[in-house]
C-alpha cells in the first residue's frame, strides 16, 4: 500500500488528453512540492515533472503538472504513442522522513 | 559524459548479505545527495534510503532499517548500500539515483540522474 495514492491505469487514444492523479495527505503533497517520473519498459525511470510543475529540458509542453492542497496531477495532451508507459508521482514526507512514491499509473495509448 | 552505474547485485539466499556499489563520473559526486531506490518484480517504485553530501545525515525507509546500511566515498566518486538479512520480499532492481538541490527553499530536490540498477534475487 503506498502512501502516495494513483489510479493502476490510464488509457487514451492518440492526440486526446489524460490526467493522473496523486493523492497524499498533509505531511507529504500538502507540505513539498512534487515530482513526477516516467518509465518505460525495461528501463530506468527519468524525472518528466519536478517541483510541480516544472519540466526538465527535452520533456514536451505537452506535459503539465499542476497540485492543489494534497493532491496532485500530471495532465498530458495531444497524446502519442511514444507516451505509453509507466507514471509514478513521489516526494517526501516529513512525518516519516521518507521519500514516498505513488504506486504508478500505466498510461496506455489505445 | 554524466553517468551512475550500479554493480553488485546477484543471488544470495535469505538471510545473507550483499553489497552494492554505485559509481558516479562526470559531475562533481560530493555536491549532490544520493539515494538507493528499488523496484520488486513487476511491481513499482520503492525508495529505500537517502546520504546527504557528506555522509553525516542518513535516512532509511521502514523496510530496510536495521538491515540497510548507506555510505558513500566522496574521494572516489562511489555510493554504497550494505545488505544484511536479505529477505525474498528484498528481491528487485536496485537504483542508484542521484538528487537534484530543489530550485527553491520551500521545494524539495528531484531524482534527475538514474543508473540502469542492478538485479538482486533472495531465493532458497
Known amino acids: 500500500q503506498s502512501v502516495l495514492t494513483q489510479p493502476p491505469s490510464a488509457s487514451g487514444t492518440p492526440g486526446q488528453r489524460v490526467t493522473i492523479s496523486c493523492s497524499g495527505s498533509t505531511s507529504n503533497i500538502g507540505s513539498n512540492t512534487v515530482n513526477w517520473y516516467q518509465q518505460l519498459p525495461g528501463t530506468a525511470p527519468k524525472v518528466f515533472i519536478y517541483t510541480n510543475n516544472q519540466r526538465p529540458s527535452g520533456v514536451p509542453d505537452r506535459f503539465f503538472g499542476a497540485k492543489s492542497g494534497t493532491s496532485a496531477s500530471l495532465t498530458i495532451s495531444g497524446l502519442q504513442s511514444e507516451d505509453e508507459a509507466d507514471y509514478y508521482c513521489?516526494?517526501?514526507?516529513?512525518?516519516?522522513?521518507?521519500?514516498?512514491f505513488g504506486g504508478g499509473t500505466k498510461l496506455t495509448v489505445l | 559524459e554524466v553517468q551512475i552505474m550500479e554493480s553488485g547485485g546477484g543471488l544470495v539466499q535469505p538471510g545473507g548479505s550483499l553489497r552494492l556499489s554505485c559509481a558516479a563520473s562526470?559531475?562533481?559526486?560530493?555536491?549532490?545527495?544520493m539515494n538507493w531506490v528499488r523496484q520488486g518484480p513487476g511491481t513499482g517504485l520503492e525508495w529505500i534510503s537517502n546520504i546527504n553530501k557528506d555522509g553525516s545525515l542518513i535516512f532509511y525507509a521502514a523496510s530496510v532499517k536495521g538491515r540497510f546500511s548507506i555510505s558513500r566515498d566522496n574521494a572516489d566518486n562511489s555510493l554504497y548500500l550494505q545488505m544484511n538479512s536479505l529477505r525474498v520480499e528484498d528481491t528487485g532492481i536496485y537504483y542508484c539515483?542521484?538528487?537534484?538541490?530543489?530550485?527553491?527553499?520551500?521545494?524539495?530536490?528531484?531524482?534527475?540522474?538514474w543508473g540502469q540498477g542492478t538485479m538482486v534475487t533472495v531465493s532458497s
Open positions: 539515483a542521484r538528487e537534484s538541490p530543489p530550485v527553491m527553499v520551500t521545494a524539495v530536490g528531484a531524482f534527475d540522474l
Open positions: 513521489a516526494t517526501w514526507d516529513d512525518s516519516l522522513t521518507a521519500w514516498v
Open positions: 562526470g559531475f562533481t559526486f560530493s555536491s549532490y545527495e
